[in-house]
């Protein structure tokens, strides 16, 4: 009966999803004076988890896995950063920022997501 709960499996996917997006933020906040480095984000949650259109096709999950370069938490170029002038490079400190914040607001509703199952769960069980 318990055991195939997948709305923990996707609450843990997006926390570490929003780990994984906030520590290449600091990177890039980190990296703001560095000359020639280009910001980098991860997939948007939402598009790594469906997969695309083909959802049974395989993934690469982690380097290397299936001989490919990047998984779904691949790390891509942002678009919308400035664009490179010489002797500078494409990362906004303002960008990054809202960027954090989103980040923020997505692994605090991975949590709410989490708490709320395992309250109904309990409640389920007669335990509260």
């Known amino acids: 009966m318990f055991a195939d709960l997948n709305i ?6 997006m926390a570490y999803h929003a780990g994984q997006r906030q520590s290449l933020i600091s990177e890039n ?8 480095f280009k910001a980098r984000d991860l997939v948007p949650f939402a598009e790594s988890l469906s997969g ?3 959802d049974a096709a395989l993934r ?3 380097p290397r896995h299936l001989h490919a370069t990047d ?3 691949r790390a891509d ?3 919308r950063a400035m664009r490179l002038t010489d002797g500078q490079n494409a990362v906004s400190i303002e960008e990054e920022m809202v960027k954090a914040v989103e980040t ?3 692994h605090d509703r ?4 989490y708490r709320s199952s395992l309250t109904i769960l309990r409640a389920s069980l007669g335990r509260s």
């Open 8 to 13: 923990f499996r996707v609450a843990h996917a």
């Open 29 to 36: 906040m980190a990296n703001s004076d560095t000359p020639g």
């Open 52 to 54: 695309g259109p083909d």
């Open 60 to 62: 690469a999950t982690r």
């Open 71 to 73: 998984g779904p938490f």
């Open 77 to 79: 170029e942002d678009g």
């Open 104 to 106: 923020k607001r997505q």
């Open 110 to 113: 991975a949590l709410a997501i």
